[in-house]
Structures are given as structure tokens and as C-alpha cells.
């Protein structure tokens, strides 16, 4: 079992938790926003529509006249265990860019201070 590691910190993240979360995952620790990296996340989906051909071919040979429905509940339950797999142990976690932060403006001095009904 392989298991992330936060890039700030070196937190351990668990790759279940990196696994379930697709995008959106936050350090346990130090809280910083990590994000899966697209690349592993193609990857394993690619390697579940191949699992999932598989085991069609696989079914589809097996059963003979059984009828189309099984291989195709075969190739979807491959699909969902093989990908999430894949994921795992392919998935990378790196930093999420930030939120930008709008600064607070404070400048009171200038503004307000001409157009009083005063004078
Ligand atoms: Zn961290």
C-alpha cells in the first residue's frame, strides 16, 4: 500500500483518502490544499476501460448464449475496482494552486474626507 505524502509537511496522507477525493484533498495537518495530479487520474481510467474490455471479452466468450447483460456487469464492476486500483498507486499529490486572497483596503485617509456637507 502506498501512501502520499503531504508536500508541506510530509504528513502522511492515506492513499484511500487520495483515492475517494478526486481533486479536492486537504492535509490532515497542516490543512494545505493538495490537489491528484491529471496525469495518474488518466492513466488509471485508462486502465480501467482496459480491465473492463477484458473482462467483456472475457464473459462474452465464457458464457456463450447467456445473453449480453452479465459480461456487460462484469465490464462495470472492472471498470470500478481497476481504476480506483490504478489510482492508488499511480497518484501523486501535488500543490493545489492557491485561492487568491483579496487583499482588505484601507484607505479611509484619502477618500470621504472632500465630499463632507461641512463648511
Ligand atoms: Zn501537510
Redesign the pocket.
Known amino acids: 500500500m502506498s501512501v502520499r505524502m ?6 502522511e496522507i492515506s492513499a484511500s483518502m487520495s483515492a475517494a477525493r478526486s481533486n479536492d484533498i486537504e ?6 490544499r493538495l490537489e491528484v495530479a491529471s496525469g495518474p487520474r488518466t492513466i488509471s481510467t485508462l486502465c480501467g476501460l482496459a480491465a473492463g474490455a477484458i473482462v467483456w471479452k472475457l464473459s462474452v466468450d465464457s458464457s456463450g448464449d447467456l445473453g449480453g447483460v452479465l459480461p456487460t456487469l462484469y465490464a462495470f464492476l472492472a471498470f470500478g475496482i481497476v481504476s480506483p486500483l490504478v489510482l492508488m498507486f499511480t497518484a501523486k499529490l501535488r500543490n493545489a494552486p492557491a485561492i487568491p486572497v483579496p487583499l482588505p483596503v484601507h484607505d479611509s485617509g484619502s477618500a470621504g474626507h472632500g465630499a463632507g456637507g461641512h463648511h
Open positions: 503531504c508536500p508541506h509537511c510530509k504528513a492535509c490532515p495537518k497542516c490543512g494545505a
